[in-house]
């Protein structure tokens, strides 16, 4: 049975990275198409497609070594292993993505995929075909050792929201620039600034309205 | 869709990102005005840095690529131009809470 749900594991997770791949790609070439084909399916900063193209292929080969390994499950054990790692080191970096609030990291998606990884890593460990000759002691003792440290990373991820830890890129408003000026009650100044179009933009301009008045780096959404 | 919901909750609100040069992704500017909102979110940038100056926005130390990147802030007005919150801070990786921003705004007449 192990050997028949390694297979399957395989099979499914190999055809859903080739999913993905494809979806990467179909991402990278609509950005790419003459005119644009409209909103983006993921947020991609100026340079972010290049990354997407990179991440397709990964995904798309990676599919298909696994998807190799469904149809030869003996000869794939450094894959499962491989896969085991990649997918603990993905959880991580979500999770550290978590804590230290960094959204550039964290992306559209949701930290819970953390929790997905690691128990699809749990799985390798165990699934992925041992070598014929050898014992059974130590390959169980270092597949149990992986199996606690996985454990402990996903009772990490499960505790951090409770915990207060992480999401540290959320914070309340403060005003630590000494320079800054105006202050609350008074009004403010008007300077003109130029819209998208050409044309003059004062803060007088839009008096009689509430105004978000916001200075960023750049807008990329 | 977020973001239109978001705005039909305040209907009188304009936001305004302002820029020290037309740093916005076209995508960006196409989802606006896809979902109809080109009036109401606008894109400006600050020319000569003359707006974060005026508001002493502009990085004292800043690197020769930071030219006129201002510290990020954000300021709420009232109707006659007040400002009503304002958070400007020197750590660009901590994110204002958009909930306060809300909680200002419910407060406003």
């Known amino acids: 049975m192990p050997r028949r749900a390694y297979v399957i594991l395989c099979a499914i997770l190999g055809t859903l990275l080739c999913l993905i791949g494809l979806v990467l790609f179909a991402q990278f070439f609509r950005f790419h198409a003459p005119g644009g084909l409209g909103v983006p399916v993921l947020a991609m900063g100026p340079n972010g497609h290049y990354f997407v193209a990179f991440a397709g292929s990964a995904c798309v080969a990676w599919g298909g070594a696994l998807i190799g390994a469904a149809r030869h499950p003996e000869h794939s054990r450094t894959l499962g292993t491989a896969t085991a790692v990649a997918l603990v080191m993905s959880a991580l970096y979500r999770i550290v993505a978590w804590i230290v609030g960094d959204y550039a990291l964290l992306g559209n998606l949701l930290r819970g995929e953390a929790a997905c990884f690691l128990l699809l890593a749990v799985a390798f460990v165990w699934l992925r075909p041992g070598r014929p000759a050898a014992g059974g002691g130590p390959r169980v003792i270092g597949r149990s050792l992986a199996t606690l440290g996985i454990v402990a990373l996903l009772a990490l991820d499960f505790a951090l929201p409770s915990t207060g830890i992480g999401r540290r890129g959320i914070g309340a408003a403060r005003n630590d620039v000494s320079t800054a000026a105006p202050k609350l009650g008074e009004p403010m100044p008007d300077f003109a600034l130029v819209d998208l179009d050409g044309r003059t933009l004062r803060p007088s301009d839009l008096l009689g309205q509430r105004v978000l008045l916001t200075f960023e780096r750049s807008v990329d959404w | ?109």
């Open chain 2, 1 to 109: 869709m977020e973001l239109r919901q978001a705005l039909a909750k305040e209907p009188d609100l304009v936001v305004v990102y302002v820029m020290a040069s037309n740093q916005v992704n076209a995508k960006t500017v196409r989802f606006v005005d896809e979902l109809g909102l080109r009036d109401r979110i606008r894109f400006a940038r600050d020319e000569d840095s003359a707006a974060i100056d005026s508001l002493g926005l502009r990085k004292q130390d800043a690197e020769s690529i930071e030219a006129g990147v201002p510290h990020p802030a954000s300021y709420v007005l009232d109707r006659e131009g007040v400002v009503r919150f304002v958070d400007v801070r020197e750590d660009f990786h901590i994110w204002l809470d958009p909930d306060e921003v809300l909680q200002v705004l419910a407060t406003l007449p």
